[in-house]
Every structure is written in C-alpha cells, then in structure tokens.
C-alpha cells in the first residue's frame, strides 16, 4: 500500500463515500466509478454487475457509457478480470491487443485496468477504467483500484442481502405469491393512485372450496401441491394484475384498471380453471368481487371478504360459480 499520504487521505474518502450510500446498489455504483477514476486519473471508468450467464444486469459509469442486458466478453480485459478474479493491467507500449468494452470511447486507448468485485467466495461484476496516456496507471493505481473494488464487492454484497431479505418478507415462500404485508403495500399504492388520478380499482379475494378434504385425505404435501397449482392459475390469469395468499387457501388479487364487471369475469375464468384442473380430490373456488370507491383498504377488504362469505352461504340463488360436495362440479 502507497505511503503517500494524499493517495491514503484520497482512499479513506472513497471509502467513506462509499460507506454513505447505505444499501443502495445503484448509488454504490455511481460512488465507485467517479471513485475510481478520480482516485488513478484515468480519463473514464465503467462498473458492470454481472449476472447469471455473464450477461450485465446493472452498470454505471463516469466518462463512458454503462450499458445492460450484454454480456461480458470473456476475452476481454474485464471478462478476463472477472472470471480469473484477478486484477487485469494493459499498456499499448507492451504491444498486446486489448478487447475493451465499447462504451468506452476512448480513441485509441493507451492504458487500462480490469479489477473483479470480489469477496473471494464469489465475484459479482468488474471496474473497468481507461486512460488515454500511455504508462498513465502505475502499479500504485493498481493497488489502490484493488483495494477499493474489495470494499465496494463486500458492501454490494451486503447490499445484496439486505435486499434479498426484505423480497423475502413479502412472499409466501410455498407459492412465492405476495403475502399480506405485500398486499397491504400493493393496495396502499393502488389505493392512492386510483384517488389522485381516477383510475379503476378492484379486489377479488379466494376461498378454496374441498381443500380440507385433500389435507385429511391425502396429506399436508398433497396439499401443499394444490396450493402451488392455484397460484400458478393466479398470476396466469393477466399481466397488469397481482396475486398474494394470506394464508391457508385465502388468496387475493388486486385489479388495477378492472371494474366490478370485469373482475367478475376474470373471478369467474379463474374458478373455472381451478375447478377443471386434475387434482387428487375435486377443488372449487369461492370469490368476492369489490370495486374501490375511496382509499380505505380495510373497507374494501371487508366488502369484498362479505360477498365471498354471501357466496359461500348461497344468498345468490342466480350464481352457479360453485357447488357443494354432493353437488358435484359446478358449470363453467
């Protein structure tokens, strides 16, 4: 590690910077690349996060251009940087061809490093930064590069689990449909814009009719089976809508743009589906429809849960949505 003090006051400010965006991939990005190229003078600095297959999911840059959705050229300095996870130094006065990424404009480039974000169990993505002065990134640049591409790969890491904690919060981990904690922030959301601007909003919740039956019958993993079907028929219905279980065989949908009428139909073709579909012992599907008219989720919960439980009572002589065991299958 350099001496030098202003390079280790420098070093302490990256880190620091870093440190300051908190669990926020996108800004420990942007921190890292105008880092990065400040701390080594090069003239530009690109930061790729990759992902499964090599393909870059999230980049950003500083005198270049960050560009996803390609994949890393394993050829190249930073594909080389990435998958051997070690540091990759070019210079044109060594005479070797480089392969560096093209959105980096530099005309001709004369001088590079490619250093992997790693933590030693596994390499997330890679910094590049290009000068255009030949001999211009010293082996103290090299280090200086490796030393804060080590801290920024821990701190994404981090990051990464943060993250993926608090997706995991809000799903049901036997369907990986919202749970109620997602259904409560979807409905807040929906339930706001449909005030500021107007739009059409609707709830259907589901109630399993039979599902007890293939519990005690067939056990708990039948079950569990059953329930994992439904909710692929849930999120099959339609793009634009969003499905959650809340527990047991309850699931609810959230319609945005969706009348009363509407809902209805889509209730209706999900039933179907449901009722069609080869499980161990016949399943049915109950639902109440409930369009919004203010902001109150809870009111509009609890109408849409009272027509569920109306139809699961049969106060609605005209609807043959569902049938009783000894009924037999209802007509579609």
């Not at 990065?36 to 499964?52: F, K, P, Y």
Request: glycine share 8%; hydrophobic share 40%.
């Amino acid at each position: 590690m350099s001496s030098d003090p202003r390079r280790l006051s420098a070093l302490i400010e990256t880190q620091t910077a870093l440190a300051a965006t908190g669990p926020d991939t996108a800004a420990i990005l942007g921190t890292l690349a105008l880092h990065v190229r400040q701390l080594t003078g090069a003239d530009a600095s690109l930061v790729e996060l990759v992902g499964e297959r090599g393909m870059i999911v999230q980049a950003a840059s500083d005198g270049a251009v960050a560009q996803v959705g390609r994949e890393l050229d394993a050829d190249s300095l930073a594909g080389r940087a990435f998958h051997d996870r070690e540091l990759v130094p070019w210079d044109d006065v060594d005479g070797a061809a480089v392969t560096l990424p093209k959105t980096i404009a530099l005309e001709p480039p004369r001088a590079a490093i490619a250093a992997p974000l790693s933590t030693g169990d596994e390499t997330l993505g890679v910094v590049t930064i290009v000068s255009s002065k030949p001999a211009a990134l010293s082996v103290e640049d090299r280090d200086t590069v490796r030393r804060v591409c080590l801290f920024a790969a821990h701190q994404l890491m981090q990051t990464r689990r943060l993250e993926d904690a608090e997706r995991t919060s809000r799903l049901d981990p036997l369907t990986s449909l919202g749970n109620r904690r997602a259904l409560d922030e979807t409905l807040a959301a929906e339930l706001a814009r449909h005030a500021r601007y107007g739009r059409t909003l609707s709830l259907c919740l589901v109630d399993l009719d039979g599902f007890k039956r293939i519990n005690d019958t067939y056990g708990h993993a039948a079950g569990d089976r059953v329930l994992a079907r439904v909710a692929e028929h849930l999120t099959s219905i339609r793009g634009a809508d969003q499905a959650f279980r809340l527990g047991g065989d309850e699931f609810a949908i959230v319609l945005p743009e969706t009348g009363n009428a509407e809902a209805e139909l889509v209730a209706r073709r999900l039933a179907r589906r449901i009722r069609e579909d080869s499980f161990p012992s016949e399943v049915n599907a109950s639902w109440g429809v409930a369009q919004a008219s203010g902001v109150d989720a809870a009111a509009l919960l609890a109408d849409a849960d009272a027509k569920l439980y109306a139809r699961k009572r049969g106060e609605k002589p005209g609807d043959q949505s569902q049938s009783s065991p000894s009924q037999g299958k209802a007509a579609g």
